[in-house]
């Protein structure tokens, strides 16, 4: 064998990954509403709807501005242009119908992370169901690496957070982290992209299932530190965030939705007076 193709750092391979797939994955041209309506549908797909619970916005271009689903539309309905441009008092600037007003504690996660482009939060079945029980997300499973040492956990409820005190609350207790579990609500992912939020929030729920399967066989055995701590960091590359959307939206426009991606028009009727 080689000697040059044994023994090296893994490093290498790491920037090996992310170049190749910078190079040979599709690049497709989606705007952020585009982006926003797929991840709807990704996550309606694996039962994050609960009713007109939930929401999914990102950062507007101009600050203090968010994009955020018109209320009354569930998940499985949202398309592009059921978005809506909103301000910090959740006025609308571009679009029509209102916001949820719900969204205003994104808006604090906002104002105290400037990393942050998109924010996903959803009270799915297995999440929910760790919030109830007052168990938070435990990482121990490469598929959920991304989750280790990134997922905080807010034990109190606060009750509808339709107000700035909640908002402020949840924003301090998600802290730096990516994600958090919030008790007796349900799941929030905080994202550089919404790529990389949409990609968290289908995993927590994936991970939550696979805790509650592993608690009741037995005991969680926790990640060798060092391991957990690469796992993490390969699974958030861009590069590998952005192939896993893409597939999960080949899924869904490969299913017929591709009304999801309508710009113009959108779902809203107004009322007859």
Known sequence: MN?????????????????????HLDKPTWSVRQKLALTARILARQDHGSGLAGQITARGEEPGTMWTGRFGLGLEELR?????????????IKGEGMANPANRFHLWVYRARKDVEAIVHTHPPYASALAMIGVPLI????????????CAFLEHWPGPPIGDDEGELIA?????????????????????SVQEAAVLAYHFEVAARIQLLAMAAGEIRALDPACAKDAHDYRLKPAVLDATFLYQARLILGRGETDCLEEEGGSFQPTKK
Not at 80 to 92: K, P, Q
Not at 172 to 192: F, N, T, V
């Open 3 to 23: 000697e040059s193709l044994m023994h090296k750092p893994k490093s290498h391979f790491h920037s090996r990954v992310s170049e190749e797939m910078s190079e």
């Open 172 to 192: 301090a207790a998600l802290g730096g982290k990516r994600a958090i579990l919030l008790a007796h609500h349900g799941q929030l992912c905080a994202g550089g």
């Open 80 to 92: 592009a242009s059921d978005f809506l441009l909103v301000d910090e008092d959740l006025n609308v």
């Open 139 to 150: 990482a121990s499973h490469m598929d959920t690496a991304m989750f280790y040492d990134d």
